[in-house]
């Protein structure tokens, strides 16, 4: 049974941080990217992060970049987001997702997690 389950979020000021953790099992977790999705209270789910399968490249939304940062430990079958500098407008449920393929568009992720609130505070 696949499963991805996230943990991490919370409530933080903004310019503040936060680490969201994503624990993956049922699958061959090293052979899957892995990406990080939020969705805001009505706006649609957008890309955030995403990891090649070994881990040695990396994609951000242009709004994140700079300031968020994913990582994946396939001994554990863990994969982060480590984010900083937190604005109010990062606010949002985040989700980790895994796909057979290097892709940014969430229709092409086949598992998710449920998700994680995080709220930045002004």
């Known amino acids: 049974q696949v499963q991805l389950v996230e943990s991490g979020g919370g409530l933080v000021q903004a310019g503040g941080s936060l680490r969201l953790s994503c624990a993956a099992s049922?699958?061959?977790?090293?052979?899957?990217?892995m990406g990080w999705f939020r969705q805001a209270p009505g706006k649609e789910r957008e890309f955030v992060a995403a990891?090649?399968?070994?881990?040695?490249?990396?994609t951000y939304a242009d709004s994140v970049k700079g300031r968020f940062t994913i990582s994946r430990d396939n001994s554990k079958n863990m994969v982060y987001l480590q984010m900083i500098s937190l604005k109010p407008e990062d606010t949002a449920v985040y989700s980790c997702?895994?796909?057979?393929?290097?892709?940014?568009?969430?229709?092409?992720?086949?598992?998710w997690g449920q998700g994680t609130q995080v709220t930045v505070s002004s």
């Open positions: 997702a895994s796909s057979t393929g290097y892709y940014f568009n969430p229709s092409f992720y086949q598992n």
């Open positions: 049922g699958f061959a977790f090293n052979r899957y990217v």
């Open positions: 990891i090649t399968w070994e881990g040695s490249g990396t």
